[in-house]
């Protein structure tokens, strides 16, 4: 983009406040309980298909963590209408792609197809809903695929492991503490009578969203989905009874000893989501403060800390207001060659102070909420980021347009907003710090992150 097209994008966004002009979501809902979504894009003869379940890490009790991710492998493993593999080949033959991916609240499955394949999308995803095969040898070979996926990702990942550690200590009581991949000793104690009641009791119709973005006729979608989705019976659901984190009554500090090059640090504080905000404004300002320290390299975390005083090589922050429960808002990154963990942590929190403390001011707010606003545009021209706002925010239990308004939210934010939750939310009773200490490497280096066929987020 030139210089002189960003400015004008700049003076559009921080002018009147932005409408989008996105196509009308059609829903309906079967007579067993599945809600489709579907919205039209017609820029190109291609279809999204989204179909998301209500159930992931923070569904799972103790002694089971790791199932909701365990069985997020095994749905691609075969039903007796199409053997293990096949589902994979058809969407491939098809020109299509496929994967699925699990979080703390859902796991869903996608496929990106030409718009006249949509049927063979639904047909593949209606089979394998209810009628899972479920092989014990499936079972413990997929098992041992994860249990390595957890040794290449977590263990041999220095500061992915300190992650882990960070949040079992933030988290007392909210299964927000279990790790989505679980914990090592339960990936390799599920049987497969565990998945077999996990899967019969969350994969149905009724425990579902299925999302269609694309050149499509909702008509047609409707029409298909009773074809494919309608004959298959709902399951009697049982959700489990969220587990409030209890009340933080004091700084909590971690240290994590591990092979690693470089040391690492990370801070987060308890926070509030859409879910679960007193103030409805909360989290928007919350999302502002965000770029406000990580927005770019003119960001203040780049700005002060990396290139200003040199206390990092690397820092950021990052917040979620998408989330069943409460999260948190992380600072973190890795002193500078030459400069402490505990300098990198004294600078982390006086930025945060300074929040506390000090108003924005107007110009500073102007450039972020304008970032963030060109951000939300952008992200619109994409069908796959169009269908996954509609099913993440459907399936943490928010309707599928709450964010409808997002763009005015953020700009209606003030300074004084921004203080407020900087006051209230980033304190250090709400705190918990997590200090990675390099022990030696002994010759050994830490592997780069495997590629895996599908993901955790």
């Given at each position: 983009?030139?210089?002189?097209?960003?400015?004008?994008?700049?003076?559009?966004?921080?002018?009147?406040?932005?409408?989008?002009?996105?196509?009308?979501?059609?829903?309906?809902?079967?007579?067993?309980?599945?809600?489709?979504?579907?919205?039209?894009?017609?820029?190109?003869?291609?279809?999204?298909?989204?179909?998301?379940?209500?159930?992931?890490?923070?569904?799972?009790?103790?002694?089971?963590?790791?199932?909701?991710?365990?069985?997020?492998?095994?749905?691609?493993?075969?039903?007796?209408?199409?053997?293990?593999?096949?589902?994979?080949?058809?969407?491939?033959?098809?020109?299509?792609?496929?994967?699925?991916?699990?979080?703390?609240?859902?796991?869903?499955?996608?496929?990106?197809?030409?718009?006249?394949?949509?049927?063979?999308?639904?047909?593949?995803?209606?089979?394998?809903?209810?009628?899972?095969?479920?092989?014990?040898?499936d079972v413990v070979k997929e098992a041992q695929v994860v249990a390595?996926?957890?040794?290449?990702?977590?263990?041999?990942?220095?500061?992915?492991?300190?992650?882990?550690?960070?949040?079992?200590?933030?988290?007392?009581?909210?299964?927000?503490?279990?790790?989505?991949?679980?914990?090592?000793?339960?990936?390799?104690?599920?049987?497969?009578?565990?998945?077999?009641?996990?899967?019969?009791?969350?994969?149905?119709?009724?425990?579902?969203?299925?999302?269609?973005?694309?050149?499509?006729?909702?008509?047609?979608?409707?029409?298909?989905?009773?074809?494919?989705?309608?004959?298959?019976?709902?399951?009697?659901?049982?959700?489990?009874?969220?587990?409030?984190?209890?009340?933080?009554?004091?700084?909590?500090?971690?240290?994590?000893?591990?092979?690693?090059?470089?040391?690492?640090?990370?801070?987060?504080?308890?926070?509030?989501?859409?879910?679960?905000?007193?103030?409805?404004?909360?989290?928007?300002?919350?999302?502002?403060?965000?770029?406000?320290?990580?927005?770019?390299?003119?960001?203040?975390?780049?700005?002060?800390?990396?290139?200003?005083?040199?206390?990092?090589?690397?820092?950021?922050?990052?917040?979620?207001?998408?989330?069943?429960?409460?999260?948190?808002?992380?600072?973190?990154?890795?002193?500078?060659?030459?400069?402490?963990?505990?300098?990198?942590?004294?600078?982390?929190?006086?930025?945060?102070?300074?929040?506390?403390?000090?108003?924005?001011?107007?110009?500073?707010?102007?450039?972020?909420?304008?970032?963030?606003?060109?951000?939300?545009?952008?992200?619109?021209?994409?069908?796959?980021?169009?269908?996954m706002r509609l099913g993440t925010l459907e399936t943490v239990g928010?309707?599928?347009?709450?964010?409808?308004?997002?763009?005015?939210?953020?700009?209606?934010?003030?300074?004084?907003?921004?203080?407020?939750?900087?006051?209230?939310?980033?304190?250090?009773?709400?705190?918990?710090?997590?200090?990675?200490?390099?022990?030696?490497?002994?010759?050994?280096?830490?592997?780069?992150?495997?590629?895996?066929?599908h993901a955790i987020r």
């Amino acid at each position: 983009m030139t210089a002189s097209l960003h400015a004008l994008l700049l003076i559009f966004l921080l002018g009147a406040p932005v409408a989008f002009a996105a196509a009308p979501v059609h829903e309906f809902n079967l007579a067993n309980g599945l809600k489709v979504l579907v919205r039209e894009d017609r820029r190109a003869p291609v279809v999204v298909s989204q179909i998301w379940y209500k159930v992931g890490s923070s569904y799972e009790p103790s002694g089971l963590t790791g199932i909701s991710h365990l069985l997020e492998h095994l749905m691609f493993k075969g039903t007796p209408e199409v053997p293990g593999g096949e589902f994979s080949r058809l969407i491939a033959a098809n020109g299509g792609d496929e994967n699925a991916f699990t979080s703390r609240d859902y796991t869903a499955y996608f496929q990106t197809l030409e718009k006249e394949r949509l049927e063979l999308s639904f047909r593949l995803e209606a089979d394998r809903m209810r009628h899972l095969s479920l092989k014990p040898e499936d079972v413990v070979k997929e098992a041992q695929v994860v249990a390595e996926e957890r040794r290449l990702r977590t263990e041999d990942q220095p500061e992915a492991l300190t992650q882990e550690q960070f949040l079992a200590s933030a988290y007392l009581t909210s299964a927000y503490r279990q790790p989505i991949i679980g914990w090592m000793h339960d990936i390799q104690a599920i049987k497969p009578d565990d998945l077999r009641r996990w899967y019969q009791q969350w994969y149905a119709p009724n425990n579902a969203t299925l999302v269609v973005v694309g050149d499509v006729d909702p008509a047609k979608v409707r029409e298909l989905a009773e074809k494919y989705f309608g004959p298959l019976q709902p399951s009697e659901l049982a959700p489990p009874k969220t587990a409030a984190e209890i009340p933080q009554q004091g700084e909590r500090r971690i240290v994590v000893k591990t092979p690693a090059e470089v040391p690492y640090v990370t801070l987060g504080y308890k926070t509030p989501t859409f879910k679960t905000a007193a103030q409805e404004w909360e989290p928007y300002a919350l999302d502002v403060l965000g770029g406000i320290l990580d927005g770019g390299t003119s960001a203040r975390l780049s700005r002060n800390l990396i290139r200003g005083s040199q206390v990092a090589a690397g820092a950021g922050a990052g917040y979620s207001p998408i989330a069943r429960l409460d999260e948190l808002f992380v600072l973190a990154g890795n002193p500078a060659p030459g400069r402490a963990s505990a300098e990198l942590e004294q600078a982390l929190r006086a930025e945060v102070a300074r929040l506390r403390e000090d108003l924005v001011s107007a110009d500073e707010l102007a450039r972020v909420v304008a970032q963030v606003v060109a951000a939300e545009v952008y992200q619109q021209d994409s069908m796959f980021y169009q269908a996954m706002r509609l099913g993440t925010l459907e399936t943490v239990g928010l309707s599928w347009n709450k964010l409808d308004d997002y763009v005015q939210r953020i700009q209606a934010v003030t300074p004084e907003q921004i203080r407020d939750v900087a006051r209230n939310y980033l304190i250090d009773d709400r705190l918990t710090v997590a200090t990675l200490e390099p022990l030696p490497l002994d010759g050994r280096r830490p592997k780069p992150p495997a590629a895996m066929d599908h993901a955790i987020r």
